[in-house]
Each structure stands twice: as structure tokens, then as C-alpha cells.
């Protein structure tokens, strides 16, 4: 079980953010922490969120809690239980040795950096490797599958130590595109990935809870689905630790499907249809179009999905077995 031990805190790297231009990255970096609070303050953890070039700082001594919070947020790639230290050989050698106490068998030191510094990230990593071997005579290196991995991350002047790294759900922070208004059918579990997805790539996504069986437009007479009796209350509760908005009925005007996606000024509507089934729903909407009605996006997450993509993708959502370990640097 992890305890709190001095120094500790979480190391969170992003991914698709840093590719983004400086002011668009700064963006969403800030949807990222903003995201990253609200949850914490939702599910009562405490703890301090900092930010630095590339990577996030979480100081909290509720672990287990951050940890969820991690797991549930888009953006964030990977995360470590780390022990932070200064750049100093000395006192970097010592956090090398003492998390090092109790391995055996093989281990080898992954070291990278950024700043400037009197030594270069291999020497580090040779000074670190050295010093555990002098302490702890059961270990042999092995740099090709090492059986323990010390990573090491040293920034300006800062370094930052662990054992082992998370895999996150990646993608975009929320809110960093548009809003999208979900319409359940087929099934509970469809229309939730469906929704995962487009989180995933950072819509904030609300789900209709009007009547099923279709919503008439008196702009254009067409008939729009509007669902096929699956619970909008089940699919919310499926995604509502992933950040969705909540379920939408109607805003007032009578106006139903349409109407909403029009007076709330939806940027979508998304639909969890499989391939053969889009045809029919993109029809419907386009003859909206002509007649005057909202003019969105009309989106299909699942159509042509690869298996394995969509595998994964529900091993996140019911959280089947445990989160995987990165591996390499």
C-alpha cells in the first residue's frame, strides 16, 4: 500500500497538449489543472496542483484519491507516485539508494533532463547505477530487461524519482472543444462509449433525455431519432466520473430535440450508431438544414471503429483489471 513519505507527490505528463502552439498549449493546459481541481473538490480530495513545462506537480497526502481523479481525466498520459529532490548528486543519491533497499535480481537507471547542469543525463544515471550496486550487493544491471527500473527526471532544479508510471486515458482536457449533445440508442454500453470517445477528444458532452422514438422539426417536417428507449440516467451515471454535463429533457420551448440543439447552441449531435446506421441519421439532419433548423455537426464515434480501439476503450470506462504500467521511457 503507498504511504506518504516526505517529498512525495505525483509527476502528470500530458500529451497531444504539448504539440499545441504556445497560447493554444497554455489553453489547454489551463483546462487541464481546471479539470484535474474540479474533480478533486467533486470527490473530496485534497491536495496542491502546480504547474511546470510539460508536466504537472500534484502534492496531496490522499494518494489513492488523486490517483482516481488521475484515472478518470482526459490529458493526462501517464502519472507517477514520485519523491522529489534537488538536482544535487548527493541528495539524489540518497533517494536512488534508499528506494532501491529492497530490490533483487536486475535493475537499471532511466535518466533524462532538461536545464543545465555539470553532468549529462548518462553520467547521472552511471553516478546512480553505481551507488545502488555499492549498497545493495544483490543486484546485478541489466540495461535490456531490467527485472526493477528506477526512473529519474531531472528539471532545472528539481529531480524527481520513481518506480513505476501509470498509463492515462490520453486525449484532450475537456472543454477544449465543442459541446455536443448525446442521443442514446441501440444500447447502455454503446451509447457510453460512444460519449467516452467524444470526451476523449475533449467535447463537453450532455446527453438528451427527451422521449425516444423521434422528434418531429416544424422546420423542415423531417423526423429526427431521438433515441430508442435506452436510459439516459444509466448512460450518465457511466460517464459522470469522466465529467459529462448532465442530462438534458427539454429547454422549455416545446421545441424538443431540435429545439434544444438549437436555443442552447449545441456545436453536435452525436449518435452511438454503428457504421450501417449512419446513413439513415445524417439524412435527417441534412434535410433539416435545408429547411432552416440548427446547423451542427453530426457525429458518429463508433462507425468504422477498430476492434482493439474499442476494446481498450471499454477496459477504461468498467475498469476491467488494473491500469497498466508504462514501460521505457
Same mark, same amino acid.
Given at each position: ?7 512525495? @507527490? ?8 504539448? !504539440?499545441?502552439? $504556445? ?41 489513492? &484519491? ?19 529532490? =534537488?538536482?544535487?548528486?548527493?541528495? @539524489?543519491? /540518497? ?5 532501491? &533497499?529492497?530490490?533483487?535480481? #536486475?535493475?537499471?537507471?532511466?535518466? $533524462?533532463r ?5 553532468? =549529462? ?9 553505481? /551507488?545502488i !550496486? ?21 528539471? &532545472? ?6 518506480t ?11 472543454? =477544449?472543444? %465543442?459541446?455536443? *449533445? ?8 454503446? =451509447? ?5 470517445? !467524444? ?14 422514438? %423521434?422528434?418531429?422539426? #416544424? ?13 439516459? /440516467?444509466?448512460?450518465?451515471a457511466?460517464?459522470?466520473k469522466? &465529467? ?6 427539454d ?12 436555443? /442552447? ?9 454503428? *457504421? ?7 439524412? @435527417?439532419?441534412?434535410? !433539416?438544414? $435545408? ?22 476503450a ?16
Open positions: 500500500m503507498t504511504q506518504v513519505l516526505a517529498g512525495r @507527490m505525483f509527476l502528470v505528463k500530458y500529451g497531444e497538449v504539448s !504539440l499545441k502552439s $504556445k497560447r493554444v498549449r497554455q489553453q489547454f493546459v489551463n483546462a487541464l489543472v481546471g479539470d484535474i481541481k474540479r474533480k478533486m473538490v467533486r470527490w473530496g480530495v485534497e491536495g496542491r496542483v502546480e504547474v511546470e513545462w510539460g508536466a504537472l506537480r500534484i502534492y496531496t497526502e490522499n494518494p489513492v &484519491g488523486v490517483e482516481n481523479v488521475l484515472r478518470h481525466t482526459f490529458g493526462v498520459v501517464s502519472y507517477a507516485w514520485a519523491v522529489e529532490s =534537488t538536482s544535487n548528486p548527493r541528495d @539524489m543519491e /540518497k533517494i536512488a539508494v534508499s528506494l532501491a &533497499g529492497d530490490w533483487e535480481g #536486475s535493475f537499471a537507471v532511466r535518466c $533524462k532538461s536545464g543545465t547542469h555539470p553532468y =549529462t543525463s548518462q553520467e547521472m544515471a552511471a553516478f546512480l547505477g553505481e /551507488k !550496486l555499492d549498497s545493495n550487493p544483490r543486484l546485478r544491471v541489466d540495461l535490456r530487461s531490467p527485472e526493477n527500473i528506477l526512473w529519474v527526471e531531472i528539471r &532545472g532544479g528539481r529531480s524527481y524519482f520513481y513505476e508510471k501509470k498509463e492515462g486515458p490520453g486525449g484532450l482536457p475537456l472543454g =477544449t472543444e %465543442g459541446r455536443v *449533445l448525446l442521443i442514446p440508442d441501440g444500447s447502455v454500453e454503446d =451509447t457510453v462509449l460512444a460519449g467516452w470517445f !467524444l470526451m476523449r477528444r475533449g467535447a463537453n458532452v450532455h446527453i438528451w433525455g427527451g422521449e425516444s422514438g %423521434g422528434v418531429s422539426s #416544424s422546420e423542415s417536417g423531417s423526423k429526427v431519432d431521438a433515441g430508442s428507449g435506452v436510459s439516459p /440516467k444509466d448512460v450518465f457511466a460517464l459522470e469522466w &465529467g459529462a454535463r448532465g442530462v438534458i429533457s429547454d422549455c420551448s416545446g421545441g424538443g430535440l431540435v429545439g434544444v440543439v438549437k436555443n /442552447k447552441r449545441f456545436n453536435g449531435v452525436a449518435y452511438p450508431a454503428r *457504421l450501417g446506421a449512419v446513413k439513415e441519421q445524417k439524412r @435527417m439532419w441534412v434535410d !433539416l438544414w $435545408k429547411g432552416g433548423g440548427p446547423w451542427v455537426a453530426v457525429l458518429f464515434p463508433l462507425a468504422g471503429l477498430p476492434a482493439v480501439v474499442e476494446e481498450k471499454r477496459e477504461w470506462i468498467w475498469e476491467k483489471g488494473p491500469r497498466r504500467s508504462v514501460s521505457g521511457q
